[in-house]
């Protein structure tokens, strides 16, 4: 008998994430690592979790918290996402929003809805690895999404023949795994090429909140509420988490689109777990509905400093050649290695003799290319590691450089 012989087509698309392997190294203590993209639990609201769950599971309210529930989730925290999205420029009702178990199950569901095989999904060049993992099981085609590039509606349409573009998948603040923040021009030209083509647009805002420098932009649900006039008319599809702010281990995200979409997911929820954990729920919401705004502030305060010292820190001990990006908010920064260098290469030898771990960054590309490159995270380590951290890799690269 050889089962993996009766598997599904879609299985072949689908890979191991590099960085849930790589997230195994941080158990290992002599191990400085920027590879996950992980919260300080020390900044996690652990008395105000403790408060909200012996709320939900007290008074009787174990009736509803230890239940079944709504597939679309629990209303009053669907309730509090329509005034968070109000804030955003998205007028809206409970019934644009639907609760996830984190936005990852969101982009699967959302590969699920809009995917047959050979359909074309435009997407970054890097994008986050995520998504790609999500979306491989549907056997799509990948293009480059190139906000204001040269490319023409009728470009990207006949690259996509026989097929036809189903979506853009884009983030546009501090995106992962780049943390470059989209101008408001190229947000207003994700739309005009969504409105060429007659594609979704999916924003994933999971770092939306996580803003330490300059204005805040419109999401690109908002500026299409603003030209519709009315989000059941919009075709942007916003995806957001309580993940990268209150908690990744409730698995609470949620998406916001016009009623016809959410209705539609609803199905797909309720054919694939029924819904989100109800107490996990109610436990966000009742910490959501607290001192969210003030919880925010702390994060954008620690997080802040770390991003200042990894960029002072690559600064002072990355060799000429090597180059990275300035991000305004989020947790990553993207180093672009020398031409000819390979990122996995690298990591092999960052363990071996510095003890150090970050993302390669082929990974993050649809076609497998971007050797060259790779992903450091700042939210996790302290600023004394990321000190450490990053004069143990510009040793690594500056070894790596001498010829011979």
């Not at 309580?242 to 995200?253: A, V």
């Not at 649809?366 to 790779?374: C, F, I, K, V």
Request: aromatic content about 8%.
């Amino acid at each position: 008998m050889s089962l993996p012989n009766l598997f599904a087509s879609r299985i072949s698309g689908m890979k191991a994430s590099e960085i849930r392997e790589l997230l195994k190294l941080l158990d290992q203590p002599d191990i400085i690592s920027f590879a996950g993209g992980i919260p300080d639990p020390a900044l996690f609201p652990v008395d105000a979790f403790q408060a909200a769950m012996a709320k939900a599971l007290g008074g009787g309210n174990h009736a509803l918290s230890l239940q079944y529930s709504a597939s679309e989730g629990y209303l009053p925290l669907r309730q509090w996402i329509v005034g968070e999205m109000a804030k955003l420029g998205v007028p809206c009702e409970a019934g644009n929003i639907l609760i996830t178990s984190g936005s990852q199950q969101a982009l699967d569901y959302l590969g699920k809805l809009f995917l047959s095989p050979g359909d074309t999904a435009l997407v970054g060049w890097p994008t986050y690895l995520g998504a790609l993992g999500a979306f491989n099981a549907y056997e799509p085609r990948y293009d480059r999404l190139q906000p204001g590039g040269n490319r023409s509606v009728q470009d990207y349409a006949a690259a996509a023949a026989p097929g036809r573009v189903k979506f853009a998948y884009l983030s546009v603040d501090f995106a992962n795994p780049t943390g470059v923040t989209l101008s408001q021009t190229e947000r207003e030209q994700v739309l005009d090429l969504a409105e060429g083509l007659d594609c979704a647009v999916i924003e994933d805002a999971a770092y939306q909140s996580l803003r330490y420098d300059g204005a805040s932009i419109p999401p690109i649900l908002a500026l299409e509420v603003a030209r519709k006039g009315d989000i059941n008319a919009c075709r942007t599809i916003y995806c957001g988490s309580f993940s990268k702010t209150l908690s990744p281990g409730l698995r609470i995200g949620w998406v916001c689109a016009a009623k016809s979409v959410v209705n539609q997911m609803v199905l797909l929820k309720q054919a694939g777990d029924l819904h989100t954990a109800t107490l996990n729920q109610m436990a966000i919401a009742e910490v959501a509905n607290g001192d969210f705004d003030e919880h925010l502030e702390k994060l954008r305060g620690l997080y802040r400093s770390r991003r200042d010292r990894m960029l002072a820190a690559l600064e002072t001990h990355m060799p000429a050649g090597v180059e990275w990006t300035k991000p305004e908010g989020g947790m990553f920064v993207w180093v672009t290695l020398p031409k000819g260098m390979d990122g996995a290469k690298l990591l092999e030898q960052a363990l071996k003799t510095e003890k150090v771990a970050f993302v390669p960054g082929g990974a993050f590309f649809a076609d497998g290319s971007g050797a060259n490159t790779l992903r450091l995270n700042f939210s996790s380590p302290s600023q004394q590691a990321i000190d450490e951290g990053i004069a143990r890799l510009g040793r690594v690269l500056t070894a790596a450089l001498v010829p011979g």
